[in-house]
T-cell receptor, first 111, second 110 residues
Framework: DAKTTQPTSMDCAEGRAANLPCNHS???????VYWYRQIHSQGPQYIIH???NNETNEMASLIITEDRKSSTLILPHATLRDTAVYYC????????????FGPGTRLSVLP | DAEITQSPRHKITETGRQVTLACHQT?????MFWYRQDLGHGLRLIHY???????NKGEVSDGYSVSRSNTEDLPLTLESAASSQTSVYFC?????????FGPGTRLTVL
């Protein structure tokens, strides 16, 4: 599975958009980009995933570059409750979902 | 509502004891997973199962075992607990698109 690179930490002002980048330069054609987050001491929570098209749901938007070597998770109006560690995972879209969680990005939403 | 639960939520045990952590899901998912999370590390996969009677080793499976006798449960057993197994343990179940995580079990081995 392709490895990912994320910044260690980021800050964002409450009410502003939070843009979390992820590099996955060795991604292969059948690998999806998944985003999860983990709020302090809770289990991780699924946010969104995509293959090559941009995706949007009620939580966030996922922008994947045309060459698929990087992506950005966008939280359009960050709130204090969005403070969490965000994990970008690249995984084949197969039955197993054997995810590899890296260290992620610690997002702090500031009042 | 469907859910995934773990028990106990907190456990203190002694070195050398056998410990079993329970995981129960009502999503009817075939896939179930056990992870551990330590300070300074992300989640690391211990064991996983794709269905009844199926079990597979993950990245850090030494000292752990699982069994899958039904769809709902995947208990994790520490055969002889060691201090290095002090950690927070998360169980998850999933479909093709996402995994749903339990609340975690904090295990301390003294």
């Amino acid at each position: 599975d392709a490895k990912t690179t994320q910044p260690t930490s980021m800050d964002c002002a409450e009410g502003r958009a939070a843009n979390l980048p992820c590099n996955h330069s060795t991604i292969s054609g059948n690998e999806y980009v998944y985003w999860y987050r983990q709020i302090h001491s809770q289990g991780p929570q699924y946010i969104i995933h995509g293959l090559k098209n941009n995706e949007t749901n009620e939580m966030a938007s996922l922008i994947i570059t045309e060459d698929r070597k990087s992506s950005t998770l966008i939280l359009p109006h960050a709130t204090l409750r969005d403070t969490a560690v965000y994990y970008c995972i690249v995984q084949k879209g197969n039955y197993g979902q054997n995810f590899v969680f890296g260290p992620g990005t610690r997002l702090s939403v500031l009042p | 509502d469907a859910e995934i639960t773990q028990s106990p939520r907190h456990k203190i045990t002694e070195t050398g004891r056998q410990v079993t952590l329970a995981c129960h899901q009502t999503w009817n998912h075939n896939n179930m997973f056990w992870y551990r999370q330590d300070l300074g590390h992300g989640l690391r996969l211990i064991h996983y199962s794709y269905g009844v009677q199926d079990t597979n080793k993950g990245e850090v499976s030494d000292g752990y075992s699982v069994s899958r006798s039904n769809t709902e449960d995947l208990p994790l057993t520490l055969e002889s607990a060691a201090s290095s197994q002090t950690s927070v343990y998360f169980c998850a179940s999933g479909n093709l698109d996402e995994q749903f995580f339990g609340p975690g079990t904090r295990l301390t081995v003294l």
